[in-house]
C-alpha cells in the first residue's frame, strides 16, 4: 500500500486542477455555473511569526510544508484557505500549485504586520499613502496568475467599535477603490476584492452598506466591495440558530447584493470544539444567503484554535480532536447537494443600494461617502504597475508525497500519506483524499495546548466573549493576523 501510494505520488502531475471562481448575482459559482459553497480553514502555520520578510518566509513559501498541510486539509474536505501575511516578494509558484493540484482556492489578505503593511485603525489617514498602497498592489501582482486566487482582502476588522468607525470607512473604502482599480488594469480577470468584518453588531451592518453600497447605484462602482465576510463567534458549543444570532445574521444580509460568508468561525468557549455549527452553516436557510465559511485555524497556537499541532523543530504534525470532530460535521452533509445548486440568472439578484446617509443607522458610524483621493505617486503606480514587479506562475508539480511525518492524535504515523491531484475543474471535497485516519471515537477529548511556536496571539476571552451583540465581542484576530491592531496601539 505505502508502495503504491508512493509511486502514485510521484508521477502525478499537475493538470490546472481548479478553474477561477466568478462572482454572479449574490454568489461564488464555477465553471459549471454551480453556486460555489466555501468549506475553508485559516491558514498561517507559526501564527505572525511564520511572516518573516528578513529571512524570506512566508506561509506560502515552502513546498514540503505546502505538500504535508494541503494532504491534511484534503482529508478534511476543505476546499479553500485564507492566509493572512504574505510576503510579495517571496516565490509562491510550488505552494500555489500544489495546493491548485490539491482542488483547493486561496483568499488572500494584502495586509501584512510590518510597518507600512497596513491602514491604521485610529488616524487611518496617516497609514494611507503611497509606500502602503505600492505593498496592497505588489500582493494582487505576486497571485493574479494563479487560477485558484479566489479573492483579496483589503482590510480585516479596522472597524472593531464604534470609535474606529468614526474614522475608518472611507479610508478603507478607498483603499478597496484603489485594489480593484489595479486589478482591472493589471489582471487578465476581475479577481474579487472585498472587506473582511469583526463580528461587532452595533456597527456590522453599518459596515455592510458602507460598503457594498454604490456611489452611483451602479454594481460597477470601483470602490463598491466585490465581496463582505465577518470573523464571527457567535455560535458556541451546542448552540442553535436563535441563540447564536443566526437568523439575525441571515435576516441582515438577506437583500445582499454580493457574496457574504463567514472568513473566521469556531468559537471555543466550549472545549474540545462540537461544530454543531456546520450543519446550520450549509443548511438550506443560510446557504440561501451566506457563501459558506472558514474556521480559525489551522495550526495550534496559544489561543488552543488549532485543528493539528506542529512540531517546529521537525516539522512533523499531530491531528488534533478539533480535527476529527470537524471532519466528521463535513462528513455528515450532502455535498453533491451544497455544492450542486444552479445560479440564477445574471442580473436577476438583489441591486446594490445607491450609496446614501440613509443606510447608516449608527449616529457614530461615518456616513459621507466623500472618498479621500489616491495618494501622491499612486496615480503612477497604477498606471504603470509596481516595479519591481512580483511574478507568478502555476507549474507542474511531479511529487505529491509528503516529507514530514503526520501523526493521528494517538501518535501512531499516517502512513502513505499524500496530495491527490485532482482533474481539471474540480475542487476539493469530503472524503476525496480517503486516508486511512485513527476512527474518531478513540480520540481523547483534549486538544494539546503546547503550540511549539512562538506566537503572540490574543486569548480565547477576545473572541468568545459575549453573545452577537456584545461590542467587545470578536473584534481582534488571533494570532494578530490581521496586523492593523499593532499599529493602532491595541493591545494583543
Known sequence: MLIQSTLIALSATLAAAVKPLSVKNQFFVDPSDNIFQIVGVAYQPGGSAAYDAAHGKDPLSNGDICRRDAAILQILGVNTIRVYNLNPDVNHDECASIFNAAGIYMILDVNSPQV??????????????????????????????????LAFFSGNEVINDESSASQVPPYMRAVTRDIKNYVAKHCDRKIPVGYSAADVREVLFDSFEYFTCAEDGKSDDPSRADIFALNSYSWCGESDFQK????????????????????????????????????????????????????????????????????????????????????????????????????AKEGSGPKPPKCDKKLIQSKDFYGNFTLPDMPPNVDKILAKGVSPKPTGKLVDIKDFSIKYTVKNADGSVISGLAVKALGSDESNAPGTNDAKLQDSGSVSSGNSTSSGSDSDAESNDTKNSGAAGSAIAMTLPAVAMGAFAIFAGLAL
Open 244 to 343: 447564536s444570532g443566526y437568523v439575525d445574521l441571515v435576516e441582515g444580509f438577506s437583500n445582499t447584493s454580493v457574496p457574504v460568508f463567514y472568513s473566521e468561525y469556531g468559537c471555543n468557549a466550549v472545549q474540545p470544539r462540537p461544530f454543531t455549527e456546520v450543519d446550520a452553516i450549509y443548511g438550506e436557510e443560510f446557504s440561501a444567503v451566506f457563501s459558506g465559511g472558514i474556521v480559525y485555524e489551522y495550526t495550534q497556537e496559544d489561543n488552543e484554535y488549532g485543528l493539528v499541532q506542529v512540531n517546529t523543530k521537525d516539522q512533523s504534525v499531530t491531528l488534533l480532536k478539533d480535527f476529527y470532530t470537524l471532519k466528521d460535521q463535513f462528513a455528515k452533509l450532502d455535498w453533491k447537494k451544497v455544492q450542486g445548486v444552479k445560479s
Open 116 to 149: 507600512a503593511g497596513s491602514l491604521q485603525t485610529y488616524n487611518p489617514w496617516e497609514s494611507y499613502y503611497d509606500t502602503y498602497v505600492n505593498r496592497t498592489f505588489a500582493v494582487v501582482e505576486a497571485f493574479k496568475n494563479y487560477d485558484n486566487t
